[in-house]
């Protein structure tokens, strides 16, 4: 199974307000309209394009993290300084688990870089409390304000195609003891050169960003995500559509899906555009797992949203809400697991107001959400990540067949609270993304990202990406 890093024309739930960022920098600051802020030292030197993109390796017990970021400062080896964060920017980190997503790429003075300073506030976390089975949403305490990240070694900017990834590592940031909750942010930061045909998201291949269509162009269009950054997505005649008969079908403010390949000028090119609500101007999607369902099958149901995506960009990402299910809601299974089912599944997939349980991901259309409650006009399946150790494997039997996997949960996960379950197995075949650092094997631990379900009493999942296990940075595996 190593080394499976074909492209899957597909998903992963998704899109992310943040902009960190540094690998010899750090993240691409944009606001709404992808202004950045150059105000330098390095006034009148000649700047490059620096592509960005962001994931994350946090704590099975965190089911949401939130975290403002303030400024980003970069300085040289003169001690110069490059401030490139025009304006406080909030992001919820969770839905990041073991995928990427790219965000602004920035014009940076070509120099060479010595460290980062970063400020932030405003952290939150969401975790189940292990008896209640319910959501705590924990206005957290935060351990300092600011850090500076030294680079072993200096990092030089020029127009050499770098791209900067930037794990925010909330498995080391965040401590939960009792009902305190304490964040101490923790980054991980590497340069990585994009290659003529990316493979992976480690590289450059991005899949399930999610945000709304703002404007168009001639072929191209600018996707707004949840956090009001705005990025420009070419498409051409190899671009994959979903929900649309092409280009020419897609409208300002539908809302989408796209998996993306960043190119050698840091731009984006669309794979797969996905038309997940169609154009409506007071249209939301929210994205993230159930907590609670009411109902048999279900009419009412809980939910930890991650990613609200909708007519404005939403301050605070991670909240709470109730959705009713009426008559008129619509059950539907996203085009990227059409992709990925290719071949024949070794289970039978369905997806229902019947079939619907506390801990799995979706993605909610509603027209509006008042009170943190809302109406579902439609309910899709959405892409999540499991981590835990590998019990055992079954190898794949033929090139077109899958592998499986038993992954026992960690006993503290908010999975393993939510479903009373310990394990899940887990299927993959030839279109997996393969982001380890090594070869997956018994009694190692893994993450891997794709589509939940229950089958008869047992977790299941359909797997796109597989990643080292939790916790761990991810790095370039090329």
Known sequence: ???????????????????????GLIVSGCSMTGSIANNIANSGATSTVVPVTITDAPSDQVIAASLTLNSIV????????????SA?????????????????????????YANVLLTYSNAQVAYIDPVTKQVVLATATLANNSQTVAFATPITVN??????????????????????????????????????????????????????????????????????????????TNTQYQGLSGFSALAVDALV??????????????????????????????????????????????????????????????????????????????????????????F????????????????????????????????????????????NLAAPTCMACFAQYTLTLPAGSWLATLTGQSTVTVYTNGSVQAITSSTIAVTKTARFNGFLFKVNGSLVMLAAIEADGPGTPIGPHQ
């Open 257 to 346: 899906e796209v998996d993306v390949q960043i190119q050698s000028d840091g731009s984006l090119l669309a794979l797969r555009v996905e038309q997940q609500v169609a154009p409506n101007a007071t249209a939301h999607l929210l994205v993230g797992p159930v907590t609670s369902v009411t109902g048999a099958p279900a009419t009412t149901f809980t939910m930890m949203v991650r990613q609200h995506i909708g007519p404005a960009a939403v301050a605070t990402p991670v909240e709470k809400d109730t959705i009713t299910i009426d008559a008129s809601t619509k059950f539907l299974m996203p085009g990227r697991f059409t992709n990925l089912s290719v071949g024949g599944l070794p």
């Open 348 to 391: 039978t997939p369905t997806f229902s107001a019947a079939t619907l349980f506390a801990g799995q991901a979706v993605a909610v259309a509603t027209n509006g959400v008042t009170n943190n409650a809302a109406t579902a006009t439609a309910v899709a399946m959405a892409p999540q990540t499991i981590g835990g150790t590998i019990a």
């Open 88 to 112: 406080p920017l909030t992001f919820e980190a969770a839905h990041l688990d073991a995928v990427q997503e790219p965000l602004f790429s920035p014009s940076i003075p070509e120099d060479t």
């Open 159 to 236: 127009n050499t195609r770098t791209s900067l990834l930037v794990d925010f590592l909330v498995a080391n940031s965040v401590a939960i003891s009792g009902s305190t909750v304490t964040v101490t942010p923790a980054f991980h930061i590497a340069a990585v050169p994009i290659p003529p045909q990316p493979t992976n998201g480690t590289n450059g291949l991005d899949f399930g960003v999610r945000g709304k269509v703002t404007a168009l162009g001639t072929n191209s269009f600018t996707l707004t995500n949840p956090a009001g950054i705005s990025m420009k997505v070419t498409v051409n």
């Open 74 to 85: 970069l300085t040289n080896s003169a001690g110069k300084t490059t401030s490139i964060l």
């Open 1 to 23: 199974m190593q080394d499976r890093t074909r492209k899957i024309t597909q998903a992963i739930s998704i899109i992310f307000a943040a902009v960190l960022a540094t690998a």
